[in-house]
């Protein structure tokens, strides 16, 4: 289900990039954008994980030497991120791998987007996550470590880039709805068994998508820094 293109939420003819790097979670986010009228490219490109040369060249790739998209959606979350696994079976090795190094390959992505947005004097990038480090759950520390470090990261660098026009905001959505990964996740119960507001997930293309764009909207130029829950209403977090 989409909703009808309002002139808040038009992205015609601009430019929106989509980054994905590991578990994929952008099913109906590039269709919901292009509802709305974006010319969307898409990376899915190994060497966002490796040294900033080479993030920058897997920019350059789908954006040119000088692009600058008014909106990025990413989501940085590596398999090792993703695998569910109690504390104490997690090795040192491992716990680099799947907590410290997603924080450092969103750094380095943030610095190359930096780059050409700020220049540019606008645009809007959006982190898109799973809700799952906001109230954690079995087998899901090093997974909420790096998702909050990410979060952290994308509330610095928001305070530190609001004049140059680019905001920065993390979306929280919930897990059923981005991925079939979490299906059989043990996933956080309220006690008292409150039921989620809207009584559905959001749908990623009509509602995830048109977030997005309405944060890249003119409209959505006042919010930075923020992190917005898009799961029905099940964890209303302050």
Do not use: C
């Given at each position: ?75 940085l979350l590596g398999e ?40 540019a004097g606008r645009g ?82 009509a509602e995830i998508a ?29």
């Amino acid at each position: 289900m989409t909703g009808p293109v309002t002139p808040s939420s038009s992205l015609e003819g601009q430019l929106v990039l989509v980054i994905e790097l590991g578990l994929p979670v952008m099913a109906g986010i590039t269709e919901g954008l292009e509802d709305v009228g974006a010319e969307v490219v898409t990376l899915h490109d190994p060497r966002l994980a490796d040294a900033q040369e080479e993030v920058e060249a897997a920019l350059a790739t789908v954006l040119g030497p000088d692009l600058a998209p008014v909106l990025v959606v990413l989501s940085l979350l590596g398999e090792a991120t993703a695998t569910l696994k109690p504390l104490d079976e997690t090795d040192l090795v491992t716990w680099r791998r799947a907590a410290s190094d997603p924080i450092r390959i969103a750094m380095r992505v943030l610095t190359a987007l930096g780059r050409r947005m700020k220049p540019a004097g606008r645009g809007a990038i959006l982190f898109l996550a799973p809700s799952l480090s906001l109230v954690g759950g079995p087998g899901m520390v090093a997974l909420s470590t790096a998702l909050e470090g990410q979060r952290g990261l994308m509330k610095s660098v928001a305070r530190q880039w609001g004049a140059s026009g680019v905001t920065l905001n993390w979306a929280a959505a919930a897990p059923r709805a981005l991925s079939s990964h979490f299906d059989a996740a043990e996933l956080a119960a309220k006690g008292d068994a409150v039921p989620i507001a809207l009584g559905r997930r959001p749908d990623a293309r009509a509602e995830i998508a048109g977030l997005a764009a309405w944060l890249a909207s003119p409209a959505g130029g006042g919010v930075t820094g923020a992190t917005l829950m898009i799961d029905g209403g099940e964890w209303m977090v302050p």
